[in-house]
């Protein structure tokens, strides 16, 4: 007996199912930061290995770099770079204020080294559809701000959630060090 299996009119159960793996396709899971008191931001939660609490007395500083490196911790047994990403977007050094004894350290891989983003506070996991994803205008940031963003979304509360792009925090410290970055 011949089974017929009619392709032009799949059943609802079938449909749904198909746009639940289309929409899938284009969500990517994020984590919400603060930067300073007010840049919402985003990192791919892909990207991220872990969060710790940093204690900024035990950042080791690393003469002649940049001043956004603020230096090295011991994550795990090996040296983890700390860099101060607030600082690097223009912002005030996290060294140069002394009430504030501890950040949260989001800890990505860059090659083979692991590189620790200082940031005041973390938040949730969220989810958006990569082609919600809109671009930075000109007027929304300044120059220096910009380079570090690859996008924004815009969340539930009709806030602006900006994408912070690794590669670019990366490659702009690499640049401006004496000492090389790892990439």
Request: aromatic fraction near 6%; hydrophobic fraction near 45%; charge should be negative.
């Amino acid at each position: 007996m011949n089974q017929v299996i009619d392709r032009g009119s799949p059943d609802r159960a079938s449909q749904l199912l198909i746009q639940k793996t289309d929409a899938s396709v284009n969500n990517q899971r994020f984590l919400g930061f603060t930067i300073g008191d007010s840049l919402n931001a985003l990192i791919p939660l892909a990207d991220l290995q872990a969060t710790i609490k940093i204690s900024i007395p035990e950042i080791l500083p690393v003469p002649q770099m940049n001043e956004s490196l603020l230096g090295i911790i011991n994550y795990g047994g090996k040296a983890t770079w700390v860099l101060d990403l607030a600082h690097l977007m223009g912002g005030s050094c996290y060294l140069n204020t002394p009430e504030v004894s501890t950040g949260m350290g989001m800890l990505f891989q860059v090659q083979n080294e692991t590189v620790a983003l200082l940031i005041d506070r973390v938040g949730t996991i969220e989810t958006y559809d990569l082609q919600q994803s809109l671009p930075i205008g000109e007027a929304m940031f300044t120059d220096r701000i910009r380079l570090f963003l690859a996008g924004y979304f815009i969340d539930a509360e009709q806030k602006s959630r900006v994408v912070i792009d690794l590669r670019q925090v990366v490659n702009s410290l690499s640049a401006v060090s004496d000492v090389a970055v790892p990439e």
